[in-house]
């Protein structure tokens, strides 16, 4: 339709005013984009062979000299560690996924601002697989006493996936939860600098000795609450330690950290 005066235009004058002398079919769209309507017809069996919506985008498509668009690239219905690292081996640590964006690696930085993570999603989403991913990055080239691992997995869906060597204790109940956050509280608590540390101590991290502290956390919403055995860590800052967990619904204010993950997992 056109109108008479571009000014009575409600998307606007400007994008009215090319509108002037257009063919039949020419329309202005609400963000100011020209598109052409146009209806197909049937009564060509030469050119359309088949009277289908099908039968006439076949048809457009054929009688197109131009480039065609990008096929639209799916994330795969299944990822599996061992085909993401060979796909990928080049990559470093740590990846975890295949991003919808562009079908590349997810990679987190473990030494990085990335140290702490929370993986949230419903339920059969990956966030186990996700920690499971994390894990075997993290132990790419580590040594026993290099990484060490404190579990807290209240379903025990990560019992025995960390060697023995790399294990530092599991907890799968509250009680042995707490036993276990006392243990790192007071590991943390010794490697904090002291007064007197320099600012190349500080640089180098030289100023304690001991291996990676990696704390993971399975249905962290499992032991959220008044009573979180976690509780004690949060305080603590330590440039030895990483916390990861993974929960169905994480409060907001549980921890300080926080990174979503928008991607395909890897299936361990």
């Given at each position: 339709m056109h109108l008479n005066d571009p000014i009575d235009s409600i998307i606007g004058r400007r994008a009215m005013i090319g509108m002037k002398g257009a063919p039949v079919g020419r329309a202005l769209s609400m963000d100011e984009l020209y598109s052409q309507i146009c209806l197909p017809t049937f009564d060509q069996p030469d050119v359309i062979r088949d009277n289908t919506i099908e039968g006439v985008v076949a048809a457009i498509a054929d009688a197109w000299q131009g480039g065609g668009a990008p096929a639209v690239r799916m994330l795969p219905e299944l990822v599996t560690y061992e085909q993401m690292r060979t796909d990928y081996d080049s990559a470093p640590a740590a990846i975890?996924?295949?991003?919808?964006?562009?079908?590349?690696?997810?990679?987190?930085?473990?030494?990085?601002?990335?140290?702490?993570?929370?993986?949230?999603?419903?339920?059969?989403?990956?966030?186990?697989?996700?920690?499971?991913?994390?894990?075997s990055e993290a132990l790419i080239g580590k040594k026993a006493n290099e990484v060490m691992f404190g579990m807290f997995d209240m379903r025990r869906n990560l019992l025995g996936f960390v060697p023995p060597d790399f294990l530092g204790d599991y907890a799968g109940t509250a009680s042995a939860a707490k036993t276990l956050v006392e243990g790192i509280r007071l590991e943390l608590e010794r490697r904090l600098p002291p007064s007197d540390v320099?600012?190349?101590?500080?640089?180098?991290?030289?100023?304690?000795?001991?291996?990676?502290?990696?704390?993971?956390?399975?249905?962290f919403d499992m032991i959220e609450g008044t009573n979180n055995p976690l509780k004690p860590l949060v305080p603590i800052p330590g440039p030895s330690s990483r916390y990861w967990a993974a929960c169905d619904h994480c409060p907001p204010r549980s921890w300080n950290w926080s990174v979503q993950l928008r991607a395909r997992t890897a299936r361990a």
């Open positions: 975890v996924g295949i991003a919808e964006a562009d079908l590349g690696p997810v990679q987190f930085d473990l030494d990085g601002g990335q140290r702490h993570i929370i993986v949230v999603g419903d339920s059969q989403t990956g966030k186990t697989s996700t920690l499971r991913a994390l894990i320099t600012v190349e101590q500080l640089r180098n991290r030289s100023w304690w000795s001991g291996p990676e502290i990696y704390i993971v956390v399975d249905d």
